[in-house]
């Protein structure tokens, strides 16, 4: 399944209690659990104002269906088309996808 990066924007999140964390988690698991498996959470990343969250998912519609369903926001979503590294910076790195798949 391709995988997504989720920005949604929640004034204050970053100042959120644990309890107010796992609040909004157990309302995104809900959500998931009534979509599986055309969906699946993998992690979130809490700052200031915003959760930036990596998804799995058919599309990005089922995105989008699990923040209406789940009433979050969304304020952008973007596929991940390949993930980098400091390894990505090695030579090596270079040589590696340079070579043909087996």
Same mark, same amino acid.
């Given at each position: 399944?391709?995988?997504?990066?989720?920005?949604? @924007?929640?004034? #204050?999140? #970053?100042?959120?209690?644990p309890n107010q964390l796992? /609040?909004?988690s157990c309302a995104s698991n809900g959500v998931l659990a009534e979509m599986a498996?055309?969906?699946q959470?993998?992690?979130?990343?809490? @700052?200031? /104002?915003?959760l930036y969250c990596v998804y799995v998912a058919d599309d990005a519609n089922a995105v989008r269906e699990h923040a209406s369903r789940g009433g979050f926001p969304? /304020?952008?979503i973007e596929r991940v088309h390949s993930t980098i590294d400091p390894t990505? #910076?090695?030579p090596s790195s270079i040589?590696?996808?340079?070579?043909?798949?087996?």
């Open positions: 399944m391709p995988k997504y990066v989720i920005e949604r @924007t929640i004034p #204050g999140v #970053g100042a959120f209690s796992h /609040d909004i498996p055309r969906a959470w993998i992690q979130s990343y809490v @700052t200031e /104002d915003k969304l /304020d952008s990505t #910076g090695e040589e590696a996808s340079a070579r043909p798949a087996p």
